[in-house]
């Protein structure tokens, strides 16, 4: 009697594989989580604290808190900053909601304060998740079904990236990076119809959060209408997309533009880029559906629709050709061209551009290698996306380096690409030294970390003492702890640093004049004139806001400023202590780095 076969046996590795494979979501979210518990553990002091280090982030909790106190939902005015009239900013409720959720969920066991903290410090969190997925959805449909972990541990040490993430960094670029990371997941899906639904709603999102990623959003449109130009067949891929961008964007203004974001400005989805957008998507809806066969009348139409676009934009919205802020020279020269991070990365020190750059760089290299690899296969196209996209995010770092977390993100599938080449090679080697040693440097090397390794130990461009001096006194004034020692005065507006404003407001009861908002321009403007002008100049502009106290901070960056524009203005001389009779100094607990006055 013929014996049947043996059933094939499975080995450990290919039940590993399998697993890898078919359950990559559930094993991507489980490495979330470990990495969202290590982060809440790691930062814990920070969120016991409620450390929002970034005036945006306390802004951000101001609005949440606002929403949950019953002010309107298309009411975005901040009641708490130049009192009484407040001022608006150009932000949505999207970010708000996560936050406001867990502030209600955790109220439910503990006091609102301990929700609040507990909310900042989850929250950021969240996005964390969907970035890994679409960087996990990249890098399995253009290297391999078991590429994903690889990618997560590059992105885990992608640390421009990773602090848009992390504990108590409340505000939006974590969301707007996680919709990045799906635009490019749906630029590289093969299903045309999924592909462009995701980069369109993504995109819409986006845009619909503020408008700091609006150049990547305009890349991938191009990207997806250049696919359509060499390739007929994309059209549906295309016509999916301008319905999806369109169709989004309408649906994320009507839900969350606020009252101020329904006039005609220029700095977030208002009605102007909502026109753009529909016209873009009805334009693009029609090329997909009527257009040629010839490739070179494709791109004719194209390009016809494209400077469409630009025509009508000019003629129709002149206001929005300059920055898009609109505020006046002064502010802009004495506020704005002054942000460090709205500053090219080549007007930083050697440390800072050296490790936010190596990553995206290597991700170039790593996305045209695997693009020219693939040229014959069905992973060209692709990977010419994720080449492209890497590229403009390099060349971004050149206008601003606020673009940095996305160019770090962006290069995750070309750095992934070339440690999926290299790696294997050197762990399969008879030599156990090149097996642990070379696999080691490769990895640091492809996943950029040597960078931040290496830079520790370069002599150049550590900071000085002055510069050490000044970012301590800084950091000093906003601990939580030294602020909410204002609160034994009664309740009155404080007139105070831009800087220190949404801090103030958001850890003490009292309201203050000015945040480094450009809608906050005029308020800005009064206080840098107060501190730059004579003594009686600035009394006169305190008295008109209303304030009672005066708050200092010296040392602290922004009054660094005052000094060295206006030696003998009124903060120059408070800072010899050359006080005017019309301030008395009120006590603060010992070893307090600020400096309280009353405004007589």
């Known amino acids: 009697m013929d014996q049947a076969p043996p059933p094939e046996q499975s080995t450990p590795r290919n039940t590993l594989l399998d697993a890898l494979d078919r359950h990559w979501i559930a094993l991507t979210l489980l490495a979330w989580v470990a990495v969202a518990a290590w982060s809440m553990f790691d930062r814990w002091g920070q969120i016991r604290w409620l450390s929002l280090g970034d ?32 001022f608006d900013i150009h932000w949505s409720r999207i970010v708000d909601l996560p936050i406001a959720g867990l502030i209600l969920f955790f109220r439910l066991f503990t006091t609102n304060s301990w929700a609040e903290r507990l909310a900042c410090g989850i929250a950021p969190l969240l996005p964390l998740s969907i970035a890994m997925l679409g960087i996990g959805a990249t890098v399995r449909r253009l290297i391999s079904p078991y590429a994903w972990p ?16 992390m504990p108590e960094r409340i505000d939006h670029h974590g969301w707007q990076l996680a919709m990045l990371s799906l635009t490019v997941a749906g630029l590289c899906d093969t299903n045309g119809r999924r592909g462009g639904a995701m980069v369109g709603l993504a995109s819409a999102v986006s845009l619909s959060i503020g408008l700091e990623l609006l150049p990547y959003a305009a890349m991938a449109g ?11 067949s994309e059209a549906e891929r295309l016509s999916i997309y301008a319905l999806t961008l369109g169709g989004g964007s309408t649906l994320g203004f009507a839900l969350f533009a606020s009252n101020a974001n329904q006039a005609m400005r220029c700095d ?57 802020e609109g505020i006046s020279p002064e502010l802009q020269r004495n506020w704005l061209d002054n942000v460090r991070e709205a500053k090219p990365i080549y007007k930083h020190s050697f ?65 992934t690409a070339l440690g999926w080449l290299i790696l294997p090679r050197l762990l399969g080697n008879r030599s156990v030294a090149v097996r642990v040693l ?24 550590r900071p000085k ?7 301590m006194a800084t950091g000093n004034c906003l601990r939580t702890t030294v602020l909410l020692a204002l609160d034994k005065y009664p309740p009155q507006t404080v007139f105070t640093f831009v800087d220190m404003g949404p801090r103030l407001i958001t850890i003490t009861h009292h309201d203050a004049i000015a945040g480094p908002y450009h809608r906050n321009g005029d308020a800005i403007l009064d206080v840098q004139h107060a501190f730059g002008r004579t003594p009686d100049q600035a009394h006169a502009i305190i008295r008109r806001h209303g304030a009672t106290m005066l708050l200092l901070c010296p040392n602290a960056a922004e009054s660094t400023n005052y000094k060295a524009r206006s030696p003998k203005g009124f903060y120059a001389e408070l800072a010899k202590n050359e006080v005017p009779a019309w301030l008395t100094p009120l006590p603060l607990p010992a070893k307090s780095p600020l400096r309280l006055f009353k405004v007589d």
């Open 150 to 165: 690889l990618a997560v541990v590059i992105m885990v040490g992608a640390t421009g990236t990773m602090l848009m993430f």
């Open 438 to 461: 070379g696999t080691v440097s490769a990895f640091l090397i492809v996943s950029g970390l040597f960078a931040g390794m290496l830079i520790q130990y370069f002599p150049i461009d």
């Open 55 to 86: 005036t945006d982030d306390n802004m951000r909790l101001m609005q949440v808190r606002a929403l949950l106190d019953g002010q309107g939902w298309y009411d975005l005015r901040n009641y708490r900053m130049n009192p009484p009239v407040g």
């Open 465 to 471: 003492p002055y510069e050490k001096r000044v970012n």
């Open 351 to 415: 440390r800072v551009g050296f490790a936010l750059a190596t990553l995206p760089i290597i991700g170039l290299i790593g996305a045209i290698l695997a693009a020219w690899r693939a040229r014959r296969d069905d992973r060209a196209v692709g990977w010419a996306a994720v080449a492209l996209f890497t590229a403009f995010a390099c060349a971004m770092l050149l206008w601003q380096v606020r673009a940095g977390p996305a160019a770090q993100l962006l290069a995750i599938p070309g750095a």
């Open 268 to 324: 977030a989805l208002t009605p102007v880029w909502l026109s753009v957008m529909i016209a873009a998507g009805m334009l693009l809806f029609l090329l997909a559906r009527f257009g040629p066969a010839s490739r070179g009348a494709r791109l004719a139409l194209a390009v016809v629709a494209g400077a469409a676009i630009v025509a009508g934009f000019a003629l129709v919205f002149p206001q929005c050709l300059g920055r898009p």
């Open 222 to 232: 191009a990207i997806i209408a250049l696919r359509w130009v060499w390739d007929r």
